[in-house]
């Protein structure tokens, strides 16, 4: 069974474009987060997101937006599509709001943004 | 200077070798720290929490130093299954939430 979903798992786009990237959980955790891994591999927490709190990382554009319709599922939707938002984005999830216990994560969205 | 410091290798070992990797801090008042392996575009997995006192799992050895602000894993009896970036996480409080940051990863790479 899989734990944590992501789709698409590859995302070829162009610039300007809008898109959004689903992920959903069966684990029955409540917090959710969206991490950005970059080409050089570093690995950087974009939100954190409980029914109670969002947590946005102060370096994320606003273009960047989560949304969350229900406590299994955190979606990303991304504005204006740039070159540098080509990243693989991970989807994770943890019990426990704010306390960061391990975390299990999807298996990645490769955006690749021409 | 980074919050959370790992060299990126690659290390490149023999199998059966001992292996050290560090991953030092800037924040003192950090919290809790993890060890985690992401194999090549693979997503990242737990592989142990760090505690104040060390601890072991089979060949793995974690160990935390607060007065020099890093931790360290120690591999011994590399396996080619090994192979993987390990990535150090550091969780230190933020005004009143706390903040998770992951290391850049170290590349580890056991040779046959």
């Known amino acids: 069974d899989t734990a944590v979903s992501q789709t698409p798992k590859y995302l070829v786009t162009q610039m300007g474009n809008d898109k959004s990237i689903k992920c959903e959980q069966n684990?029955?955790?409540?917090?959710m987060y969206w991490y950005k891994q970059d080409s050089k591999k570093f690995l950087k927490i974009m939100f954190s997101?409980?029914?109670?709190?969002?947590?946005i990382n102060e370096t994320v554009p606003n273009r960047f937006s989560p949304k969350s319709p229900d406590k299994a599922h955190l979606n990303l939707h991304i504005n204006s599509l740039e070159l540098g938002d080509s990243a693989v984005y991970f989807c994770?999830?943890?019990?426990?709001?704010?306390?960061?216990?391990?975390?299990?994560f999807g298996p990645g969205t490769r955006l690749t943004v021409l | 200077r980074k919050e959370v410091e790992q060299d990126p290798g690659p290390f490149n070992v023999p199998e059966g070798a001992t292996v050290a990797f560090n991953c030092t801090y800037s924040n003192s008042a950090s919290q809790s720290f993890f060890w985690y392996r992401q194999d090549c575009r693979k997503e990242p997995k737990l592989l142990m929490s760090?505690?104040?006192s060390g601890n072991e799992d089979g060949r793995f050895t974690a160990q935390l130093n607060r007065a020099s602000q890093y931790i360290s894993l120690l591999i011994r009896d590399s396996k080619l299954s090994d192979s993987a970036t390990y990535l150090c996480v550091v969780i230190f409080p933020s005004g009143s939430a706390r903040q998770l940051t992951f290391g850049s990863g170290t590349q580890l790479t056991v040779l046959p």
């Open positions: 684990l029955g955790h409540d917090t």
């Open positions: 994770a999830s943890s019990q426990g709001a704010g306390s960061y216990n391990e975390q299990f």
């Open positions: 760090v505690y104040s």
């Open positions: 997101y409980n029914n109670k709190e969002l947590i």
